[in-house]
């Protein structure tokens, strides 16, 4: 199976503040990676798709990279909103996983 | 407009088995494949597996093998899971999901299920 290591566990910034969250994958995924925002009590919602591509209707200060078998998502500028668990997940084999996820909260 | 709607919570015991339901709508059922995802409490997200709509072929990832059943309502465009001998470590919200990590993926609302004695 395919190890997703998503670091930090958890992050504390401040409004405007640029925040990096990173998945290492154990193999090659490809672009096959997904970046996911979730509030409490609510489903996943997509923010950046095949690694780098945000998805429909998310902000544009959502970005994500990719270096070899590491993958980051960046937020440039921090908003209020912005707060919840982001997780990393990898669709390139069966089984798919996600990443053990980043709580991102405000100082 | 594209919705799924997952049945209601659900409180069971252990040993008894739970049947919850995910109907799509806003969309042709057996155009895009349905995911499963377990989220116990204040824990990740877990992929549980996946199923074709379209030829009703399910998809296990291992720790969901033997007591766990993907299955359709096709001409109800529905997804079911269904969770048998049920265990105090199911206890879990399941999402459904539409082909999750596409720019078009759309999930369900989850659906709490808490067993215990």
């Known amino acids: 199976d395919i190890q997703m290591t998503q670091s930090p566990a958890s992050l504390s910034a401040s409004l405007e503040e640029i925040v990096t969250i990173t998945c290492q994958a154990s193999q090659d995924i490809g672009n096959w990676l997904a970046w996911y925002q979730q509030k409490p009590g609510k489903s996943p919602q997509l923010l950046i798709h095949s690694a780098t591509s945000l998805a429909d209707g998310i902000p544009s200060r959502f970005s994500g990279s990719r270096s070899g078998t590491q993958y980051s998502l960046k937020i440039s500028r921090l908003q209020v909103e912005d707060t919840g668990i982001y997780y990393c997940l990898q669709r390139y084999s069966n089984p798919w996983t996600f990443g053990g996820g980043t709580k991102l909260e405000l100082k | 407009q594209i919705q799924l709607v997952q049945s209601g919570p659900e409180l069971k015991k252990p040993g008894e088995s739970v049947k919850i339901s995910c109907k799509a709508s806003?969309?042709?059922?057996?155009?895009?494949?349905m995911h499963w995802v377990k989220q116990a409490p204040g824990k990740g997200l877990k992929w549980m597996g996946w199923i074709n709509t379209y030829t009703g072929k399910p998809t296990y990832a291992d720790d969901f093998k033997g007591r766990f059943v993907f299955s359709l309502e096709a001409s109800a465009s529905t997804a079911n899971l269904q969770i048998s001998n049920l265990k105090n470590e199911d206890t879990a919200t399941y999402f459904c999901?539409?082909?999750?990590?596409?720019?078009?993926?759309?999930w369900g609302q989850g659906v709490m299920v808490t067993v215990s004695s």
């Open positions: 999901a539409r082909s999750p990590g596409y720019n078009s993926d759309y």
């Open positions: 806003g969309y042709t059922f057996t155009d895009y494949a």
